[in-house]
Nanobody
Framework: QVQLVESGGGLVQDGGSLRLSCAAS????????MGWFRQAPGKEREIVSA????????YYADSVKGRFTISRDNAKNTVYLQMNSLKPEDTAIYYC?????????????????WGQGTQVTVSS
């Protein structure tokens, strides 16, 4: 079992920044790839970014490429999502998730464990 707890969400203005954190506990964190997903009201959950267990391979959705940065600190059992130049369309609940896929999962069903989510709201 892996328990995931997200933090760092909040309300920010258009163009602002936030850093999300996801703290993991339980089984060996560094054996899992990690992903960040988001779900806006009335929309499907979509992958935003993912990172391999070592941190050497990353993925970004086209909509966030160049604005968001994913990273992980295996010594602290934590994965981060730095979000810059935020836009109103980034408003959603953001979830972190752990996957046993290599180098990472691309779909929500490839993730074994999920956090409870953190709300990000970007005002125009």
């Amino acid at each position: 079992q892996v328990q995931l707890v997200e933090s760092g969400g909040g309300l920010v203005q258009d163009g602002g920044s936030l850093r999300l954190s996801c703290a993991a506990s339980g089984r060996t964190f560094n054996s899992y790839a990690m992903g960040w997903f988001r779900q806006a009201p009335g929309k499907e959950r979509e992958i935003v970014s993912a990172i391999s267990w070592s941190g050497s391979i990353t993925y970004y959705a086209d909509s966030v490429k160049g604005r968001f940065t994913i990273s992980r600190d295996n010594a602290k059992n934590t994965v981060y999502l730095q979000m810059n130049s935020l836009k109103p369309e980034d408003t959603a609940i953001y979830y972190c998730a752990a996957s046993s896929r290599f180098p990472y999962g691309s779909r929500w069903y490839e993730y074994n464990y999920w956090g409870q989510g953190t709300q990000v709201t970007v005002s125009s």
